[in-house]
């Protein structure tokens, strides 16, 4: 059976690739750095959209959260810019989010190595 592939789907990628390019050429503010838009999800009345983002490079999740509040502000003009893009009467509501999945990998990636080197060392030990 083939999957359905819903207008808020259509739309959020839509709205995904715009994003990526128009945050990248027409948004000037040296506290955004370089930022990529990981998902975006679309309400089915096509009125909010919640983006997710990282910024690459960001050493501290404090320089992150200034991009998010950045974006946050540029939200109107982002908005605008959208809707003459994809020709949609009315845009949805952008809100931008720190996507932190990818620090959660991480941090998980981390404990699985010491949890199996940990084991190493014991098995070691128990071997001598």
């Known amino acids: 059976m083939p999957r ?4 808020s789907d259509r739309i959020a990628d839509a709205i995904q690739r715009s994003l990526a390019r128009v945050i990248q050429t027409e948004v000037r503010d040296p506290r955004l750095g370089l930022v990529n838009i990981n998902s975006v999800d679309v ?3 096509l009125s909010i959209a919640k983006v997710y983002v990282t910024v690459v490079g960001a050493k501290e999740e404090s320089e992150s959260e200034v991009a998010v509040k950045v974006l946050n502000k540029a939200a109107g003009f982002l908005r605008n810019v959208i809707a003459k893009e994809l020709t949609m009467r009315s845009a949805p509501r952008l809100s931008f989010f ?3 999945t990818a620090v959660q990998g991480q941090n998980l990636s981390n404990l699985i190595d010491r949890a199996v080197a940990a084991d190493k060392q014991r098995s070691e030990d128990e071997g001598e």
């Open 4 to 7: 359905e592939f819903f207008r």
């Open 43 to 45: 309400t089915r009345d």
């Open 98 to 100: 720190y996507d932190r």
